[in-house]
């Protein structure tokens, strides 16, 4: 029983932490000039339709929001709400981490391991106690 419960408690702990395989890095805000005097922003690197990004406003609130599209003065997330680059201090985009998943799966491999190990080891003691139970002379 308690090695079935410690089982369930390695796989729910896996699933959990599966999920924090990605972090938020920072993404380059810059305004650009043409000649004829026309500002224009880049992000670098660049943001893309479908990114999920925390940004940063003037007045020091922040958002959390899905990218539906980019054009040259805004963002435009999928909930419809328009975000001027002029009002953004800081934009951060959610990535895959490597490092992380990596960390993540030697950790789980470990647990499983000690898991089996353990699973094992209770079975060759619960098969000592039964063999010593019925064929004690």
């Given at each position: 029983m308690k090695t079935s419960k410690f089982i369930v408690a390695t796989l729910i702990f896996i699933t959990f932490?599966?999920?924090g395989?990605?972090?938020y890095h920072a993404v380059?805000?810059?305004?650009?000039q043409l000649k004829n005097h026309y500002i224009y922003y880049k992000t670098d690197p660049?943001?893309?339709a479908g990114d999920v990004i925390q940004l940063t406003h003037k007045d020091g609130s922040k958002d959390r929001v899905t990218v539906q599209s980019i054009n040259l003065h805004a963002i435009i997330s999928t909930t419809g709400q328009v975000i001027e680059f002029d009002d953004i201090t800081s934009i951060e985009r959610k990535d895959f981490s490597k490092v992380k998943?990596?960390?993540l799966v030697g950790a789980s491999t470990l647990l499983v391991v000690v898991s089996l190990a353990y699973a094992a080891a209770l079975t060759v003691i619960v098969a000592?106690?039964?063999s010593t139970i019925f064929f004690a002379a």
């Open positions: 932490t599966l999920s395989c990605t972090s380059n805000l810059r305004q650009q660049p943001v893309y998943t990596v960390a000592k106690s039964i």
